[in-house]
T-cell receptor
Framework: DAKTTQPPSMDCAEGRAANLPCNHSTISGNEYVYWYRQIHSQGPQYIIHGLKNNETNEMASLIITEDRKSSTLILPHATLRDTAVYYCIVRGTSGTYKYIFGTGTRLKVLA | TAGITQAPTSQILAAGRSMTLRCTQDMRHNAMYWYRQDLGLGLRLIHYSNTAGTTGKGEVPDGYSVSRANTDDFPLTLASAVPSQTSVYFC???????????????FGEGSRLTVL
């Protein structure tokens, strides 16, 4: 399973775009990139995932570099409710299907 | 819809006692997982099951056992609890079978265990 590296913390002004980076330099061709967030002590919440192409949904956009060694989660207009810990994980499409969480990025949205 | 149900929501346990954390899902997902989260840290995978009848070890399996007798239930057992097992335990499930399934993880609300 590929490992991911994220900055431990980031701040973002309310209403601005929050760009959260993730490095997954050992990712293999069949591994997806998933993003989750955890608010307080709740269970993590799915945000978005992708394989090669950039993806967008109602919550966020996911930009994956062409070599797939890194990705960026974009929250286009951050609100105070987006304050959370954001996790980037990779998961293969064969084998054990383990989801290994790293330490994540603690995003604080400032008023 | 209930999704993932965990029980108990919290428990205080004396060291050396055994404890089973229960997890039930009603989504017929093929895979289930147990994670622990210590204060201020990320989630660490304890055990997982890709399908009923199979289980596998995660990152921190020592001191824990699991079983997957059917699709819906995935209990986690601590045979002899130790204080270092004080943590919040999350159960999760996912299904990647078929193009309609995203492999998204669905989490329960967590079980807070304190071992004294």
């Amino acid at each position: 399973d590929a490992k991911t590296t994220q900055p431990p913390s980031m701040d973002c002004a309310e209403g601005r775009a929050a760009n959260l980076p993730c490095n997954h330099s050992t990712i293999s061709g069949n591994e997806y990139v998933y993003w989750y967030r955890q608010i307080h002590s709740q269970g993590p919440q799915y945000i978005i995932h992708g394989l090669k192409n950039n993806e967008t949904n109602e919550m966020a956009s996911l930009i994956i570099t062409e070599d797939r060694k890194s990705s960026t989660l974009i929250l286009p207009h951050a609100t105070l409710r987006d304050t959370a810990v954001y996790y980037c994980i990779v998961r293969g499409t064969s084998g054990t299907y383990k989801y290994i969480f790293g330490t994540g990025t603690r995003l604080k949205v400032l008023a | 819809t209930a999704g993932i149900t965990q029980a108990p929501t919290s428990q205080i346990l004396a060291a050396g006692r055994s404890m089973t954390l229960r997890c039930t899902q009603d989504m017929r997902h093929n895979a289930m997982y147990w994670y622990r989260q210590d204060l201020g840290l990320g989630l660490r995978l304890i055990h997982y099951s890709n399908t009923a009848g199979t289980t596998g070890k995660g990152e921190v399996p020592d001191g824990y056992s699991v079983s997957r007798a059917n699709t819906d239930d995935f209990p986690l057992t601590l045979a002899s609890a130790v204080p270092s097992q004080t943590s919040v335990y999350f159960c999760a499930s996912s299904d990647w079978r078929g193009s309609a399934n995203t492999g998204e993880l669905f989490f329960g609300e967590g079980s807070r265990l304190t071992v004294l």
